[in-house]
């Protein structure tokens, strides 16, 4: 049977950088990986991922949902692992604070757009980041993309 874990991530933005996760090595998810801010969806949260997505970056980063403007879903990865399928809502928006506190998770850095492309992502994040690169200043109808990947065992 499969089971189906549902979770949120972030790109904030500001200026030309956006703020990235240095995942932890001892993580079981990526580790020692970039990421973008978020987590799991608590059970109260499934009806709306927005308010997920607010919750992880403020426990994560310490930026409160005031200090985001234009938060948008723009991608909803879809990656099988063994017995798990794995929903990621994946939003963008422009922070208007380059503040951030220390996170359990890992390192924060805030990264030049133009450098995300020489992280060590999973797969999934950096074919949706590429795809972010060729079409962040077209209007999106719909949420178009969903990556779907399977996973070949490791711990990407």
């Known amino acids: 049977m499969i089971s189906v874990r549902t979770m949120t991530g972030a790109f904030l933005i500001n200026n030309d950088d956006v703020l990235m996760l240095k995942r932890s090595k001892n993580k079981k998810i990526a580790p020692g990986l970039w990421s973008c801010?978020?987590?799991?969806?608590?059970?109260?949260?499934?009806?709306?991922?927005?308010?997920?997505?607010?919750?992880?970056?403020?426990?994560?980063?310490?930026?409160?949902?005031?200090?985001?403007?234009?938060?948008?879903?723009?991608y909803i990865l879809l990656r099988q692992k063994e017995d798990e399928l794995n929903q990621h809502y994946i939003f963008f928006g422009d922070s208007n604070t380059r503040t951030i506190s220390s996170c359990g998770e890992g390192e924060l850095h805030w990264v030049k757009l133009s450098e995300m492309a020489n992280l060590q992502m999973s797969l999934s994040l950096k074919l949706m980041y590429e795809h972010y690169l060729h079409n962040s200043k077209q209007t999106m109808f719909g949420r178009e993309l969903l990556v779907m990947e399977r996973c070949c065992g490791h711990s990407c």
């Open 37 to 74: 801010v978020g987590g799991h969806v608590e059970p109260h949260e499934h009806g709306s991922p927005e308010n997920s997505c607010l919750r992880e970056i403020e426990e994560e980063t310490g930026i409160s949902h005031i200090e985001i403007e234009n938060l948008t879903l723009r």
